[in-house]
Structures are given as structure tokens and as C-alpha cells.
């Protein structure tokens, strides 16, 4: 069965960091290009970065550019969000998403809380 | 960045009532158009990709149509388990994708 489990959410404070993990099981990790989706509390979806399965093409969202660093560990399966800068606006509930062949999210997690407040 | 539009904002239907939310790009985006469903509480499920692709597992009454711009999901009877917001999301730019707002559907 394929599954996504994040980890690594929490409370921190304006300017602080914070680094999500995403583990995976039962795909070939390498062949899917991976994704970070964030729900704001009552908010919509919003991508806010993704890299291709390779990791050599990475891409972010103009609200974390220059912030956060996306990553992944081919050898460990794992997908991986440095944040950095956190402000206020990045509160959200953070999904781990994989990529199908069409460039849709075709397996989710359930997601890992960050909230960022003084 | 590619905008999408999604109406109506949210809806009530009864049990059995054929459903139809619209979702609109600021530019061509065809054929790549996804529909996502998200329960209350819980994490976003694919139903749709590629305009009109059913994905593996989501029932017969789910259906998507549209090219261009303009793109429809219809629920040709409304069940108690649809209950939930539902996302159009577009593919077209690799890896800097775009959601519409949402569509909220409850039961009457």
C-alpha cells in the first residue's frame, strides 16, 4: 500500500526554522517528482514547492522563495522542507503530495501542523 | 502565475440531486485540469485528472468535462459521502500549479 507520513510540524516563533520530513512506502520513490501543499486554518489549498524525482529541478511558490529549501533523500525514500524566515502567514497544515505521470496529486498525507506565533 | 476560478463559492443539494461545480483559467490549460475532494477534517483525495479521467477507486458518478478555459464537475447523484469541499487544480505549468478557491458542498 502507498502511503505518505509527515512529521517534524510544530509551534516556533516569527524568524525561527523549522524542517518537515515525509516518509514513503510501497512506490519506486526515484520515478515521481514530489510536493509540499499548505492549508492556512480555513483557507484553500496552496502549492508551495515541489522537485522532480531525480532532485536535479527543484521549484517554489512565490510566497516561499528564497525561504524554503525543498529536498529529498533517494536512498531513504524521504522527502524533506527546510523553512526558513517562518512569518505569521506560513501557519498552516502542511501536506506532503506525490506526482502521478499527469501532473496531479495522486497520494496525499494527512498532513503536520505548523503554527508560527510570538 | 496561472489564476482559476471556481463556482459557486458553495452549495446545498439534497440526496440524489445532480450537482455541478465550474472551474475557470485565466488562460488555456487543456487538457491539464485536476479535481480533488476534501472531507471535512481530512486530507484532499485525486477524482479526477486530465479533464475527464476518473482515478482509480472513485465512484461512476463523478464526472468531468471542459477544454480550454472552462471546465465542469458533475456529481450526477449527490450521495451523503460527498459531503466535503471540492478543488479544481491546474497542470499545465510544470511544478508551479495552481488551486481555484474551492467549492463547499453540503446537504439539504
Known amino acids: 500500500e502507498m502511503q505518505l507520513l509527515e512529521s517534524g510540524g510544530g509551534l516556533v516563533q516569527p524568524g525561527e526554522s523549522l524542517r518537515l520530513s515525509c516518509a514513503t512506502s510501497?512506490?519506486?520513490?526515484?520515478?515521481?517528482?514530489m510536493n509540499w501543499v499548505r492549508q492556512a486554518p480555513g483557507k484553500g489549498l496552496e502549492w508551495v514547492s515541489g522537485i522532480s524525482g531525480s532532485a536535479v529541478n527543484t521549484f517554489y511558490a512565490d510566497s516561499v522563495q528564497g525561504r524554503f529549501i525543498i529536498s529529498r533523500d533517494n536512498s531513504r525514500n524521504t522527502l524533506h522542507l527546510q523553512m526558513n524566515s517562518l512569518r505569521a502567514e506560513d501557519t498552516a497544515l502542511y501536506y506532503c503530495?506525490?506526482?502521478?505521470?499527469?501532473?496531479?496529486?495522486?497520494?496525499w498525507g494527512r498532513g503536520t501542523q505548523v503554527t508560527v506565533s510570538s | 502565475d496561472i489564476q482559476m476560478t471556481q463556482s459557486p463559492s458553495s452549495l446545498s443539494a439534497s440526496v440524489g440531486d445532480r450537482v455541478t461545480i465550474t472551474c475557470r483559467a485565466s488562460?488555456?490549460?487543456?487538457?491539464?485540469l485536476n479535481w480533488y475532494q476534501q472531507p471535512p477534517g481530512k486530507a484532499p483525495k485525486l477524482l479526477i485528472y486530465t479533464v475527464s479521467t476518473l482515478q482509480s477507486g472513485v465512484p461512476s458518478r463523478f464526472s468531468g468535462s471542459g477544454s480550454g478555459t472552462d471546465f465542469t464537475l458533475t456529481i450526477s447523484s449527490l450521495q451523503p459521502e460527498d459531503v466535503g469541499t471540492y478543488y479544481c487544480?491546474?497542470?499545465?505549468?510544470?511544478?508551479?500549479?495552481?488551486f481555484g478557491q474551492g467549492t463547499k458542498v453540503e446537504i439539504k
Open positions: 503530495a506525490k506526482a502521478n505521470d499527469y501532473w496531479s496529486f495522486d497520494l
Open positions: 488562460q488555456s490549460i487543456s487538457p491539464f
Open positions: 510501497g512506490f519506486t520513490f526515484t520515478n515521481y517528482a
Open positions: 487544480q491546474q497542470g499545465y505549468i510544470t511544478l508551479a500549479w495552481t
